[in-house]
């Protein structure tokens, strides 16, 4: 757990801002999601910044970026996926970037850009979010290479953050 870390709650212009970005990136309707006024709380700790919607830690900070964590089941349920081979999890769990020899299917298209979710293949269960190197068509393609960049990864800095604001 981090050494320091402030929680306080954003300005309405500040929550606006916010889920104007989440909405543009993960192509998703927030308040749909979450209600027309969502309560929206900011911890600052050494690591980052991880955001609490209605008490729970579904987005972090990356690279000036606001990603969403692997606990954010509204976004887990319609992410694109690229479903890995047994062999790869060790790796991708490590922080690995995937790559297209450890791929078995890709389930959703997407663009070059884009954020895609990482799941086992034998239980379908996500391990990481990563940014998309290719499009789907790409993806599937691909034969060689790195094809996503992992930004945030099951047992990461993040995630074990994420999972104590959780309890």
Known sequence: MPQKQRK???KSKQVKQILNE?????KVNV???FGPKPKVEIVESDMGNVYLI???PLFFNFEKKVIPTLLFQGFVSRASKIVVDMGAIPYVCNGADIMAPGIVR??????????VLV?????GKPIAMGESLHDSANVRNAKQGAVVKNVHFVSDKIWNFAKTLAE
């Open 22 to 26: 989440v909405s543009e990136k993960l």
């Open 31 to 33: 308040e749909a999601l």
């Open 119 to 123: 799941v086992d293949e034998k239980h």
């Open 54 to 56: 209605n008490d729970k």
């Open 106 to 115: 890709v389930e959703g298209e997407f663009s070059k850009g884009d954020l």
């Open 8 to 10: 306080h709650s954003l």
